[in-house]
């Protein structure tokens, strides 16, 4: 089945070290979005990609980047992960990116700052 | 972005019918109104999407009353698997991203 998947689904990092999570998808949607969702919080909107387009959120932190090298993958980068930054983080995508009935969620990766 | 206010919180049992409301006074003429479901430790995922009156699916109902100033997604004779988080959302569909309120966490007793 055509899907979004996230790996690792738990990932466990230092205070401070640089840490990545992939998302890769089989959709071949144009559009790829980063969201953080901390505990009974709602997800939040990092920042999407449209193809090749990268469009950051106003109040997303410096401290996460995002890379989109082809179609399939999308990458997140936390440069100097901090306690507060503990939340799963979830990948999505859509065809187009003005259609809310056709976003496909992946199950998301809970990271563990120590 | 219309502003969208759920209950925070919902507790039911198996069998029931379950309505959730969602108020959105400043929807505007071109929004419409989306529902997600969110289980734990998953990803959200679309269950329904309306503009006006009725909508039905396999899995809930969507109700929108003519001035849709609000919406009640309704659940027909729930399970414990429906207990998730719903979120009620807003928007004319032009927008770039889709934004998450608090949504209503859904409790299903047996």
């Known amino acids: 089945d055509a899907m979004v998947i996230q790996n690792p689904r738990y990932q466990v990092t230092q205070f401070g070290k640089p840490v990545t999570l992939s998302c890769s998808q089989t959709l071949n949607h144009n559009v790829m979005y980063w969201y953080q969702q901390k505990s009974s919080q709602a997800p939040k909107l990092l920042f999407h990609?449209?193809?090749?387009?990268?469009?950051n959120e106003a109040d997303t932190p410096d401290n996460f980047q995002s890379r989109r090298p082809n179609t399939s993958f999308c990458f997140l980068d936390i440069r100097s992960p901090g306690l507060g930054d503990a939340a799963m983080y979830l990948c999505a995508t859509s065809r187009e990116h003005r259609d809310p009935t056709d976003y496909t969620f992946g199950s998301g990766t809970r990271l563990t700052v120590v | 972005l219309a502003k969208t206010t759920q209950p925070i919180s919902m507790d039911s049992y198996e069998g029931q019918e379950v309505n959730i409301t969602c108020s959105h006074n400043?929807?505007?003429?071109?929004?419409?109104i989306t529902w997600y479901q969110q289980f734990p430790s998953q990803g959200p995922r679309f269950i329904i999407q309306?503009?006006?009156t009725k909508v039905t699916n396999e899995v809930a109902s969507l109700f929108i009353p003519a001035d849709r100033k609000s919406s009640t997604l309704s659940l027909p004779r729930v399970s414990l698997s429906d207990t998730a988080v719903y979120y009620c959302l807003v928007g004319e569909g032009r927008d770039d991203k889709i934004i998450f309120g608090k949504g209503t966490r859904l409790h299903i007793l047996p």
């Open positions: 309306g503009y006006k």
């Open positions: 400043n929807i505007a003429t071109n929004d419409y």
């Open positions: 990609y449209y193809d090749k387009d990268f469009n």
